[in-house]
Every structure is written in structure tokens, then in C-alpha cells.
């Protein structure tokens, strides 16, 4: 069996985020990035700040872990980074646990393509937008689409774009525009990663997000969207592990 | 062509709770209840206290005064109430929303059966739990479901319950022993429709969230649920017409 560098697991809680929001499930989140996006809400995945709390586990060890911490209570696990996406070898973690009847959703940027994306029950694309000071690789998202698409998963899939400035809103349009059959979600950024002062975070992030409702709804290129907060963040502030 | 009595045109705004939370969409409220529950957040489209706002509108109105409002930022229209399922002819409106490619959401609390409820795209039934002081009808729950299952129609269905009290949450576990194939949306209740402090409204959503979301996490009847708030209250706080 492989094994693969594990940061977190936990649950079971709430999806903050994107096509299920709200939806119960576990947590994995594996460690390691090939972005570094300036606004990274999960750098301790890449940025070697976490090194020590990485655990090389197996498929089995990581199912073990899941219902140690959430014993009957769930049926659902999301495997989030960092990006998963550089595991060639996840499918035994993804079969394993649909062996057990527990659904995989996934979230990665989208700038590599895995076989086993084919199995993920929901997966999220997650390509960043120009405040992030990544680069979208277009050749790769278009092959990863095209794949899904040939393969009758676009209903399985979502495009999320975290929204910061007006050129981000100018990017997800024309994400928008390149692929209008894949149902986009569009996530307000937390600008505020330090702020520890929970009441405060929540008024910026809902200011924020009445920011990105009334862009969104003046926008006739922006019609078949989702507009989302971050949940989560809403309720338990930037802490960790919830 | 019939008319149906409308309360309100709103929108374009984004969906704020259940199975298309965030999604952006037109409002049309029509006026009447069946119901009368005791925390309804719509009283005014039932308690004759808006009477004197209700317009009897055809479908070509609807339609007309929803471009008047949404221009071209709009492709989908969300039917609520009062109870959307008290008129029968309400596929002309339907019929004619999809012959201008609109999609179309509804939410009825599931006491009466409409043939047309096999052409909506997004169909939340929202029965009531105890704290609603109403009474459940099984029979026909069980038979709109019935309908809704031999017609392949459940992928496009959910249930959706608003949870107080803890009563609340033995009734949504009923629901979902019941109905286990049919996704299940949790959603925080509004205790306090008359606050119009938005800051202290929505501390307290958050709250009555928290508690909701610790609640569901513990147990293991309710796994395959969406644990939701009220997206629209955290925005505008009990403001109509947003
Ligand atoms: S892709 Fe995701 S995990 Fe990687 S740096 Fe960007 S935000 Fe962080
Ligand atoms: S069914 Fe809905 S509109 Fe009717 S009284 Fe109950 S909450 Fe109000």
C-alpha cells in the first residue's frame, strides 16, 4: 500500500464551501502545494511551517483515523490540501472508502490531472485568480475538463473561484464564458488570515460577501452562479481543525 | 390566461437557504397559506396585513414586470410563498419561464400535490416541524413523494426543515428515516423577526447556527444532511424584498 503525507485529519463538521456547503463530512487534508497563492488560506500545507505534524499514512491507517474520530457519525469525507491532486496513488484511499459507502469529495486547483478524478463523487476546480499571482495553465484545465466531459462527470463537478478584487470578478467571467455548462461557485476571500478577534472577522466577511452579492447581480455575464461566504469562517473564525 | 394573486417581484438576488444556496436568482411571492405556523416568516402573505399590495397577475405579467426588474441578469426565477402549490394552473407560469430557457425553483410545504410540481427544476418540500404549532399530513407527503420517485423526479428534489427546539430535530430525524434517498437540508430558525439591530440579529443566527451545526456533527441518524443559515438574514438582516 502507499502512503501518502497527511496534515489533518478531523470531523465530522460542516463543508464551509462551494457545491455542498453545509453538507456533514470528515476532513483529510493532505500536505504539500505546487501553487504558493499570496492569500493561501492553508500554507502550513506547503510552506514547511507544519513539517513535523506530517504523517506518511496508508489508505487503511487514514480510514482507521476517520472513525476513531467520527465513529457512525458520518458518510462523507473530503480530501482537501494543499493539493491532492499530486498523489497519483489516491484512488486506494478513494475506493477504500467506497467500499465502506462513504461519498469522496475533492477540491484542487486544477493544474494537474489524476484518472482518479473520474471517481470523486464532487469534485471542486478551484483555478486562482489574479490576486493570487498564480498563472492558470489553460492548456491543462481545457485537457482536465475535456476528460471529465468525455467521461459524463461534468454533473459531478464545479468550478470555485475565491473573489478578492474586480480583475478576480473580470477572470471568473471569463472562466465563466469558457466553460458555461459546468456550474460556478464564487467565494468571497478572507483578507484577514490573523484577525483573531472573531466578531470583527465576521462583520468584514459578510461585508465582503454583500460586496460580491451586488457585483454579481448587475452582472449579465454572471447569471448561472452561485455567490457563497465562507461558512466556517463565519462560525469558528481562522481556526484550524474545525 | 388565469391570474395568480402576487405579493411580491424582487431580485435579481441570490437564493439564501436550502438545496441552491448562494445561487443567483428572481423572486415571485405569491399570496395565501394553508398553514399558519407560528414562526412564519412570511405572515404578511397570509394574516391579510399586506392584502392591499397582492396584484392578480397572468403569466405574461409576471413575466413582463421580472424583465422590468432583472433586465438581462437573470436565468432562473424561485416561486415562493405563502404556498405556491395552492394554484393549480400554475404551469402557465412554468411553461412559459421555460420557453424563455429560465429555470425555475419552488418551495411548498408539501400539503397539496400539483401535477406541475414534475416540471420544476429545483423542488424544495419544507414540511413543518412541531414548533410550527402544525400538523404533519403523512398521507399526502408520502404521496407527493410517491409521484415525485415514479416520475424520476428526486434528483431534482429535497427536503428542507427549519429547526428550533430539539422537538425540531427528533421531527427532521422522522423525516429522514422516512425519506432516505431524498437530500436533507437542516436550517437554522429566526427567532427574532422583530429585531432590527442587524449586527445582534445576526450574532444570534450564528449562535443558534453553532448550536445546530454541534448538534447534527453527535449524531449518527443524521449523516447525509446539509446543516444550513439563513444567507439573505445574515446579509439584510429581517428586511422584505432582498
Ligand atoms: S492552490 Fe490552494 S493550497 Fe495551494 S497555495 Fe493556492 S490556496 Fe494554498
Ligand atoms: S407554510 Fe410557510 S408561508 Fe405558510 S405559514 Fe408556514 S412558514 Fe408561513
Not at 142 to 161: A, P, V, W
Not at 209 to 234: A, I
Request: net charge negative.
Amino acid at each position: 500500500m502507499y502512503k501518502f503525507p497527511v496534515l489533518e485529519i478531523f470531523g465530522p463538521t460542516i463543508q464551509g464551501e462551494g457545491m455542498v456547503v453545509g453538507r456533514k463530512t470528515m476532513f483529510v487534508r493532505t500536505a504539500g502545494c505546487d501553487y504558493s497563492c499570496s492569500w493561501c488560506d492553508s500554507a502550513f500545507t506547503w510552506d514547511g511551517s507544519s513539517k513535523e505534524d506530517i504523517k506518511q499514512l496508508t489508505a487503511d491507517e487514514i480510514l482507521c483515523r476517520l472513525k476513531k474520530d467520527g465513529g457512525k457519525s458520518f458518510d462523507y469525507v473530503t480530501i482537501s490540501g494543499g493539493n491532492p491532486a499530486l498523489f497519483s496513488h489516491l484512488d486506494e484511499l478513494i475506493n477504500l472508502l467506497h467500499s465502506e459507502n462513504v461519498k469522496v469529495a475533492l477540491e484542487t486547483q486544477g493544474s494537474r490531472w489524476q484518472e482518479w478524478f473520474l471517481k470523486i463523487d464532487d469534485l471542486t476546480l478551484s483555478p486562482k485568480p489574479p490576486s493570487s499571482q498564480m498563472i492558470t495553465n489553460w492548456k491543462i484545465l481545457d485537457e482536465i475538463i475535456g476528460h471529465l466531459s468525455s467521461n459524463n462527470r461534468l454533473q459531478y463537478t464545479s468550478l470555485k473561484i475565491v473573489i478578492f478584487t474586480n480583475e478576480d470578478l473580470t477572470y471568473a467571467k471569463k472562466i465563466h464564458e469558457r466553460f458555461p455548462h459546468i456550474p460556478l461557485y464564487l467565494q468571497v476571500g478572507n483578507e484577514d488570515l490573523d484577525e483573531d478577534n472573531e466578531e470583527r472577522l465576521m462583520k468584514k466577511l459578510l461585508e465582503k460577501y454583500k460586496w460580491l452579492v451586488n457585483e454579481v447581480m448587475v452582472s449579465s455575464t454572471l447569471n448561472s452562479v452561485h455567490v457563497l461566504p465562507q461558512l466556517h469562517t463565519l462560525l469558528w473564525g481562522n481556526r484550524r481543525g474545525v
